[in-house]
């Protein structure tokens, strides 16, 4: 048997083979539904062989989480949630039919230009705990501890992290994490997100005005209907990374992305005051320049996809409601690179499916306190 070392840190998953069922959201409440009296692995085997054809809203997916009796179970519905991020919700459930006309349009998006150019100034320096799981596939060309799966498998469990997040004078700080681990990540992995707390936001909007944007549709959100705006950038009009780790570079190394890329996406706003409550990012990776970059390697392009969606909320910090980020999701698709255990070239493997699922929680001030001491306060 041939065996190859694969650098890119593989799960430890268990050998189960499914086939993808297409579902929606209504059809996966149902099978929630009829498994209740099921044990915590039969629930995930189920999950594992599904894929939404909706997307499933962060609301819904707290409430099934807490059904469940499990964390295999849990992570199988969190990976399947999070896959459907960049799709529409379920048909129907639009709260209006009709589209604002433009002179309305253009109010809405005047007031979300004035939110994004005012929210670093109206964020107080704070800092929160970010918490990281990751998930990955296993593809059926992939050898893995002598192991080769029938069929691909879908994205499992490969370990947690927290970092305390500072956001100070319109910076963001990251402390070292903390990882639990089911194996032994060297660095961190995937597609990062970054510039959560604001740039992100005005990065996109003014990109978006120089690029392409219109009307898509009315939403339910949280507190109310949601106006959503769909935008497209060229490569030319791009001001947005894509942050990688790690890519093979000429068919032999690894190499952490860090180029300007197309992109496309949706924001997702209050009517209202133009709040932004949610925001994707879908990289063009087929356009311009970064495209001559992935393609470097003979055996064809190591990276093929980058997309995403982050999600605010309003947090209590210091007596005073902000709109802060509450979850952000990454999912990106990349080849690997194996090197054979004796001298032979390298070569790209199969593509693998990275998802990073984040929630920001425990959101605090940030300041430090100081008090004048008198003399009567001074110790003999």
């Known amino acids: 048997m041939r065996r190859w070392l694969l650098v890119l840190a593989p799960a430890a998953l268990a050998l189960?083979?499914?086939?993808?069922?297409?579902?929606?959201?209504?059809?996966?409440?149902?099978?929630?539904?009829?498994?209740?009296?099921?044990?915590?692995?039969?629930?995930?085997?189920?999950?594992?062989?599904m894929q939404l054809t909706e997307r499933l809203d962060s609301s819904t997916l707290t409430r099934w989480l807490n059904g469940l009796h499990g964390s295999k179970s849990a992570h199988a519905l969190i990976?399947?949630?999070?896959?459907?991020?960049?799709?529409?919700?379920?048909?129907?459930?639009?709260p209006v039919d009709s589209a604002p006309d433009i002179a309305r349009q253009r109010e809405i998006m005047a007031k979300v230009v004035d939110y994004a150019i005012t929210v670093n100034h109206r964020l107080p320096n704070l800092f929160a705990t970010r918490r990281t799981t990751r998930f990955e596939d296993w593809p059926k060309e992939l050898e893995i501890k002598d192991e080769v799966p029938?069929?691909?498998?879908?994205?499992?469990?490969?370990?947690?992290?927290?970092?305390?997040?500072?956001?100070?004078?319109?910076?963001?700080e990251l402390t070292p994490a903390r990882v639990s681990k089911r194996n032994n990540p060297t660095n961190e992995q995937g597609l990062?997100?970054?510039?959560?707390?604001?740039?992100?936001?005005?990065?996109?909007?003014?990109d978006a005005s120089r690029g392409t944007s219109g009307w898509s549709r009315w939403e339910h959100g949280p507190s109310g209907p949601l106006a959503v705006f769909?935008?497209?950038?060229?490569?030319?009009?791009?001001?947005?990374?894509?942050?990688?780790?790690?890519v093979p570079v000429a068919g032999m190394l690894l190499s952490q992305l860090d180029r300007i890329s197309a992109y496309h996406g949706e924001i997702a706003v209050d009517p209202d005051?133009?709040?932004?409550?949610?925001?994707?990012?879908?990289?063009?990776?087929?356009?311009?320049?970064?495209?001559?970059?992935?393609?470097?390697?003979?055996?064809?392009?190591?990276?093929s996809r980058a997309d995403i969606a982050v999600e605010y909320g309003p947090v209590e910090i210091g007596g005073k409601v902000y709109f802060c980020?509450?979850?952000?999701?990454?999912?990106?698709?990349?080849?690997?690179?194996?090197?054979?255990?004796?001298?032979?070239?390298?070569?790209?493997?199969?593509?693998?499916?990275?998802?990073?699922?984040?929630?920001?929680?425990?959101?605090?001030?940030?300041?430090?306190?100081s008090r004048i001491l008198l003399d009567t306060d001074r110790v003999p």
């Open 230 to 246: 769909r935008y497209f950038v060229p490569m030319e009009r791009s001001n947005y990374k894509v942050k990688f780790c790690c």
């Open 325 to 369: 980020p509450a979850r952000s999701i990454a999912v990106s698709r990349a080849r690997t690179l194996l090197l054979p255990k004796k001298d032979k070239s390298p070569r790209l493997g199969p593509e693998r499916t990275f998802v990073n699922d984040v929630s920001f929680t425990q959101y605090h001030l940030f300041r430090s306190e």
């Open 150 to 172: 029938a069929r691909s498998i879908a994205p499992q469990f490969v370990d947690e992290s927290s970092v305390i997040v500072r956001y100070r004078d319109g910076k963001e």
């Open 79 to 94: 990976v399947l949630a999070d896959l459907s991020s960049f799709l529409n919700l379920p048909v129907g459930t639009s």
């Open 16 to 49: 189960r083979v499914f086939a993808v069922q297409p579902v929606t959201v209504a059809q996966l409440e149902q099978t929630l539904i009829s498994t209740r009296s099921a044990s915590d692995a039969e629930v995930a085997s189920r999950l594992a062989g």
């Open 273 to 303: 005051d133009g709040t932004i409550v949610r925001l994707t990012l879908l990289a063009d990776l087929d356009q311009g320049d970064l495209s001559t970059l992935l393609e470097e390697s003979a055996e064809g392009t190591p990276l």
């Open 192 to 206: 990062f997100s970054y510039g959560l707390f604001g740039p992100i936001l005005s990065t996109v909007l003014v």
